[in-house]
């Protein structure tokens, strides 16, 4: 069985990468790295000022070169920006690197997740219930190709709440620790 020192936690925006990420590290007793913050820290922005300033492209291009760095820490969860394995290669640098894991969950359950954060996330700024609902059914279908790539695909559609996060990440290391060694 392989042993790893990395995994990567992917998926939609609001599939709980950071939550579940932060508890799963302290219970592995791993470091913990959002690259969605690691971004924010190097450039000194914020996600969406980096989005608005410099557009889609450049944002996608950054955000690999974080990837790069992060992939060579050891002893580490790292979450991942929701649309980072579809950019650059970066599923195939994740699962050479490291053991990815897919936080599948459901358009309906995305939907109550960000919803309140409409405003807030670069890509659903403004839209309306439908039209949320929409981008997120048809986000989710482009970019299944790649997340569906990863080494462990986990279903995360429960609400997320204290109790279920803790039984989520406790059912996450019994299937992780099927596949490799922890």
């Known amino acids: 069985m392989k042993s790893i020192n990395r995994i990567y936690l992917i998926g939609y ?9 932060k508890r799963l590290a302290r219970k592995l007793e791993l470091q913990f790295v959002d690259t969605d913050r690691f971004m924010e820290y190097r450039y000194r922005k914020t996600i969406g000022e980096i989005f608005s300033e410099k ?35 970066n599923i195939d ?29 670069p890509l659903l700024k403004n839209k309306t219930k439908e ?5 997120i059914a048809e986000n989710i279908e482009k970019r299944s190709e790649f997340y569906n790539q990863a080494q462990l695909i986990f279903n995360a559609d429960q609400t997320i709440g204290k109790i279920n996060i803790e039984n989520m990440v406790d059912n996450l290391i019994l299937f992780i620790s099927n596949k490799v060694n922890l």
């Open 131 to 135: 039209e949320l609902r929409i981008f």
């Open 93 to 121: 640098l994740m699962n050479q690197t490291g053991f990815t894991v897919y936080l599948k969950v459901s358009v309906g359950e995305l939907m109550k997740r960000l919803e309140t954060g409409r405003n807030v996330r």
């Open 13 to 21: 925006m609001g599939s709980g990468k950071t939550t579940i990420g």
């Open 55 to 89: 557009g889609e492209t450049a944002f996608r291009l950054m955000e690999h070169n974080v990837l790069q760095e992060v992939s060579e820490y050891e002893n580490v969860v790292i979450s991942t920006g929701g649309g980072a394995p579809c950019f650059h290669n």
